[in-house]
């Protein structure tokens, strides 16, 4: 089973922006074709995202935790103009949780959707 998901936090911040979840399953295709801006180790990845209008250079960026399998999941995204980039200490916290959620079991993640803490990029 595919899991394309995002987290809460994740979530709320996409309703400040112009991002949509159709957006996002094109970031995922991107990256299964090996479109990764970087690698930042412990199974996260950076991805630009383009807004309507804007260049991906001045647009948003976003961090996935993934294996590269069958589990993408959204953990923070930031404009540019936000932050530059985050710090370790974001950047450990996230791997973490990152970890966690990828050695889920499907049941387990299943609970954690259910229980609202990860939602589901919408595929429609």
């Known amino acids: 089973m595919k899991f394309i998901l995002k987290t809460r936090r994740f979530s709320r ?47 948003v960026r976003t961090l996935i935790a993934t294996k590269k399998e069958d589990r993408w999941i959204f953990m923070i995204g930031f404009e540019k103009n936000e932050k530059e980039n985050i710090t370790s200490a974001e950047l450990a916290a996230i791997q973490a949780l990152a970890r966690d959620y ?23």
């Open 102 to 124: 990828l050695e889920f079991s499907d049941q387990m993640l299943l609970a954690v959707i259910t229980s609202g803490q990860l939602e589901e990029v919408n595929h429609e």
């Open 13 to 59: 911040w996409m309703k400040k922006t112009l991002l949509h979840d159709a957006t996002l399953l094109v970031a995922i295709e991107e990256m299964e074709r090996g479109l990764i801006d970087a690698e930042l180790g412990g199974y996260i990845l950076k991805k630009r995202i383009a807004l309507p209008g804007r260049g991906k250079s001045g647009s």
